[in-house]
């Protein structure tokens, strides 16, 4: 998901002074480590501090005690996907019974901060955290659990979706495999948000409603941006089909702005320079689409946002364009989505056609006076608290003529709509989305895969 920003004039801001931020390309030496955190590790239970579920220290501790030589491999572990079925429905615990996931995409930080990647302090703090309840947000295997359901859903998902299905196909596929995969259990682990499937000029916010009969075409540029979640971490991640190569620069170029924003991405970066670094990767690319030549646009009122424990929206921006607020700034144990939205159009949404997603605003009390509000808002509550939800999905738990008391609800600013998110008709709108979290010793990109 994805939020809008009541923006006016993106104007660049004269630089000021400066704030300590990654500034040189960061990466990942895959070398550097041996992520052996999947199944049949049989060095589990010795004392090793990068064992305990922690992370795969980013210092390569762990290069002593394993070496155990494997070919270079991507950093990412694809172990478990290769026993998983078609269509995805082997629970990601069952292809790592030990229950370590695989540890993201690991990214020193550099500058300033480049002392952390060796410090003992932050890699005890890491080390402690790990140690505590399972629900704890520093441990990092709950939203690497999820982002695991993430790649192998998505991996069934890109292969399979067609032109000639409905969007309600593709909806229940991604959502099908994810129930599946993450095994749903109420509030504790599910779905994270509805199944995005916008198309074309439409940027974000759609999945279709009861009766929906819209149906992918050859020519569709189809965004699927789904979220998994396990103990309410949640890993909001997208990608952008398309069926017809004449748009392959678009998504290319989106695909880069958003790993500029990972890139960038770190401890005290702040969050305009963020987004002036996408804009400017997103804004040098040109897509010929049927002899006319169009700049490929950043839409400039959509953001990447951090997460908070079952809100997807924690109240932090990540512009994808530049903006004069040098305040923000990205901290320690922040979880980002780092999203960017790239356009043929003229790079600016509005809101767009019915309303599918919707979400509880938090913190609202307020009375309400009509009966059928009051059990729709216990539904709500019992099934989602303050997760997003669609209409699909209140239908599923049998709930029927809610559209008057939903909309009271949206009326009283208890819950809140998001209606889709549209460029002008015509054009072309790509998405790619990862979630990061800024460890105490470094950069993980948690859901990061061998496709994006
Ligand atoms: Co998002
Ligand atoms: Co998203």
Redesign the pocket.
Known sequence: ??ITVPQSDPQDVPGTEKVPKPTKKLVLDADEEDDDDDEGDEENGKEDAGDDGAACPADGTKKKKKKKKKPKKKKTAEAGSSKQSSPPRVPVSKLFPNGNYPCGEETPYVGENSYRTSSAEKRELERLAAQEDPDSPENYNSIRRAAEVHRQVRKYVSETIKPGMTMTEIAEMVEDGTRALVEVDGLHRGIG?PT?VSLNHCA?HYTPNAGDTIVLSSDDVLKV???VHVSGRIV???FTLNFNHKYDKLLEAVRAATNTGVREAGIDARLCDIGASIQETMESYEVEVDGKVHKVKAIRNLTGHNILPYH?HGGKSVPIVANSDETAIMEEGDHF?V?TFGSTGRGYVMDDGECSHYAKTPDVNKPIRLARAKTLLNTINKHFDTLPFCKRYLDRLGETRYYAALDNLVNLGIVQAYPPLSDIQGCMTA?Y?HTIILRPTCKEVVSRGDDY
């Open positions: 998901m994805t948000f995005g974000a941006d789904f979220g909001d991640s997208a997807i989505a999203e998405q989305e």
